[in-house]
């Protein structure tokens, strides 16, 4: 009881001294008193506030880096039931969030973070303001004081470099167009829901790996681009016949990256400015894509005039761009495609425009970002267009090679192995041309009963190997604009052009004798 009413007089002493003491010298008592404290603990502290600037109002990234890194350690700890969760957590669904609840640290709970060695504590903090209902939220790390000089960098960017691939796996993205002509240049969008991915994509596995490293080089550039001065984005170039995949390959491409993708109808842009103006209306992490680039605007040279090539180059690609467009396409449509073709005549998007879009002083103007453009026609594009740094990657996606007719297979029908997927590669290698699309097709209409699709495929390539006889000596000609290029399959380019009729007609009567023996065997 003394000691009780002696705490309480001593409480008293200290409420009557701060009234009369002035506030100057309680403000040194207590940076005394900090400073005191500060000497014998052997921990540094660093605040990470939600906003920065004196009003507070200025959004503090490293506030959202730390809390993704927290929920993904809070996931992992209670995940793994481990006895150095926090015992209070929050959990929250934003409205209209389609994702799983996530899961933070408690106002005044800590979590433990190892790193290095070294253990390190964050500690959440929630403080309502004075006369306000308003709340000043931080975290605060606690890091070992004779390593924090040495540590704190290295576990920031380790941080920093979690919360910011939890982001990108995390985010929703979405699949934009631009408008119409006629309104303001602008982008409306849906989710992005696009089933393909490296994983589903049939392509030759060299193409495959080195597309997948250097997008994964791309994205994690920041620093190389910064040092070398360069603006961070990587213009593709996709080339081949209609149904090879290109449009297929933008998807896995965008899946892979986790970017949105902004698929830019040019006969909808009706000035350089407006194609201006969309481009800074794209966001960081985007792939722009421009499908069939030769049907909406003639690339064969003349940067500033719009139409340089003869006037049967035009119809051709309009003719093309026609053909290619389904019948149910509408009136409205068709009358706007003749129209766009109009305004391209009439010079207002040309191709110094479209150069300006890819590379001039607006393209800087956001971060993390990739041009494709596909094509049918490569011939049609004028080389300023593929000079490297503008289009960096040239990828020419052309028939179904062995292994990737042998993936459709066993993807579509389940097949790994058949004595007649060794005549359908002997026809591969005899040039008998089926795109992927093809082969595609072929299984998914027989995908009930997996042999008969397989022997449909083979009769196709067959037919295709006896109707491709005539042209045979190809040329390919040597890519070097590109800071890489890709051939698809080049051991079949090559043996194009070294088959000759003897060798054909060789083959043609081995494959004969095959099928023979195959349909004898099943007894048909
Ligand atoms: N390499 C591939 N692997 C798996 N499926 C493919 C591949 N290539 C094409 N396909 C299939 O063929 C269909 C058409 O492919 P896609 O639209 O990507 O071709 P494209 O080259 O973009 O054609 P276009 O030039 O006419 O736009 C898709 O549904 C896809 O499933």
């Not at 982008?187 to 994983?199: I, K, M």
């Not at 009930?448 to 005539?470: F, W």
Request: charged share 25%; proline share 5%.
């Amino acid at each position: 009881m003394e000691l009780l009413s002696q705490m309480w007089s001593l409480l008293g002493l200290l409420t009557i001294l701060q009234n009369i003491l002035p506030s100057q010298l309680l403000a040194l008592l207590h940076s005394m008193w900090q400073s005191l404290q500060d000497s014998l603990t052997p921990y540094s502290y660093f605040d990470v506030p939600e906003f920065l600037g004196s009003s507070a109002v200025e959004p503090n990234d490293l506030y959202r880096h730390v809390y993704l890194y927290l929920h993904q350690s809070l996931l992992s700890s209670a995940a793994a039931s481990s006895a150095s969760a926090p015992p209070r957590l929050t959990l929250s669904l934003p409205r209209g969030s389609a994702s799983v609840p996530s899961l933070s640290l408690s106002p005044n709970h800590s979590l433990e973070d190892s790193f290095a060695g070294h253990r390190l504590l964050w500690t959440h903090h929630a403080d309502t303001l004075q006369d306000s209902l308003e709340e000043r939220r931080s975290f605060a790390l606690r890091l070992p004081k004779r390593a924090a000089a040495s540590l704190l960098g290295a576990y920031l960017s380790h941080l920093s470099g979690a919360a910011d691939h939890l982001e990108r796996s995390s985010r929703p993205r979405r699949l934009f167009t631009n408008s119409p002509r006629g309104g303001p240049p602008s982008w409306s969008s849906v989710p992005f829901h696009h089933p393909a991915t490296f994983a589903t994509l049939a392509l030759e596995p060299s193409l495959k790996t080195s597309l997948i490293a250097d997008l994964d080089a791309f994205a994690a550039g920041r620093e190389f681009y910064r040092r070398t001065g360069r603006a961070w984005k990587r213009g593709y170039l996709l080339h081949g016949p209609p149904g090879t995949g290109k449009s297929s390959l933008i998807a896995a491409m965008a899946n892979h990256l986790r970017y949105d993708v902004y698929d830019l109808e040019l006969t909808r842009v009706s000035h350089n400015s407006d194609l201006r103006s969309l481009l800074i209306q794209t966001s960081n992490r985007s792939i722009i894509v421009i499908e069939d680039i030769d049907c909406s605007l003639d690339l064969t040279g003349d940067r500033h005039g719009t139409v340089k090539s003869s006037a049967a180059a035009l119809s051709a690609s309009r003719k093309r761009a026609r053909n290619r467009r389904q019948p149910s396409i509408s009136n409205e449509d068709s009358d706007s495609e003749d129209d766009s073709f109009g305004q391209i005549n009439d010079g207002r998007v040309t191709l110094s425009g479209l150069l300006n879009f890819i590379d001039g002083l607006w393209s800087c103007c956001g971060e993390e970002r990739v041009i494709v453009f596909t094509t049918n026609y490569l011939e049609a594009f004028d080389p300023a267009l593929l000079r490297p740094g503008r289009m960096d990657v040239h990828v020419r996606l052309g028939a179904c090679g062995e292994h990737a007719m042998r993936e459709l297979v066993e993807r579509y029908v389940g097949i790994k192995e058949h004595e007649m997927l060794s005549v359908a590669e002997s026809c591969i290698r005899a040039g008998a041309d089926m795109t992927p699309a093809e082969v595609a097709e072929v299984l998914l209409r027989h995908r009930e009963e997996p042999e008969e699709a397989v022997r449909n495929m083979v009769r196709e390539l067959q037919a295709r190997v006896s109707g491709s006889s005539s042209g045979v000596a190809e040329e390919v000609e040597e890519d070097q604009s590109a800071a890489w290029s890709w051939e698809e399959s080049p051991e079949k380019v090559g043996g194009k052009r070294r088959a000759g009729w003897e060798r054909r007609v060789r083959f043609l009567r081995r494959l004969r004798s095959l099928t023979k023996s195959d349909s004898e065997g099943r007894g048909v």
